[in-house]
């Protein structure tokens, strides 16, 4: 009976194990997706109690978490992309006067950092577009992996109490000087 007992207790282990696993990697799946979902959401979308969910720092904590970012946003991977955002590029239009010689309007365009795509001429206007440098969508996702790497100050926030290192007689020792040194104002 206890053999059977021991199986089935080891059995019962290793599928909260897969089930933890699958909530990590849900959540994961979940956060990539989505750039503006919060960990938070995430979490709750993968089955997390709410409680857990509401602190997603304890989650951040786990050696699985520290796994998964050092597989999912290796610092090379983070790099690539950084490199790839730098060149992100949207597609933008502008109108120009008619009398304006298109070689003029390209030469303004390229001022600015921008690439002319194509110039129409509709209705006594020029309508020029052009690719300009997406830089809102290359701060947002810089932002996004910055963040769950924990590279931000706050996010990495370690309290130090030189106190904790002293035993109970030391602690009684600095206890008794301190009350002393206030009980003499």
Not at 2 to 17: Q, V
Not at 118 to 128: F, L, P, Q, S, W
């Amino acid at each position: 009976m206890g053999l059977k007992r021991n199986k089935k207790i080891k059995k019962m282990s290793a599928l909260k194990k897969k089930k933890t696993t699958g909530r990590r990697a849900e959540t994961m799946k979940k956060l990539l997706e989505n750039n503006g979902k919060s960990l938070s959401k995430a979490m709750l979308d993968a089955k997390y109690s709410p409680s857990y969910a509401k602190n997603p720092q304890l989650f951040k904590k786990t050696r699985k978490w520290k796994e998964i970012m050092a597989d999912k946003l290796s610092e090379e991977m983070v790099s690539d992309v950084h490199a790839e955002l730098l060149k992100a590029t949207k597609l933008e239009q502008g109108i120009f006067p008619l009398k304006m010689e298109d070689e003029l309007i390209r030469v303004l365009v390229s001022e600015v950092g921008c690439t002319v795509m194509k110039i129409v001429e509709i209705m006594g206007k020029k309508y020029v577009w052009y690719r300009a440098p997406d830089n809102q969508a290359k701060k947002a996702a810089l932002d996004m992996a910055y963040k769950l790497q924990g590279k931000y100050a706050a996010e990495k926030f370690e309290e130090i109490n030189p106190l904790a290192k002293l035993s109970n007689a030391e602690l009684a020792e600095k206890r008794k000087i301190l009350l002393k040194f206030l009980l003499k104002k």
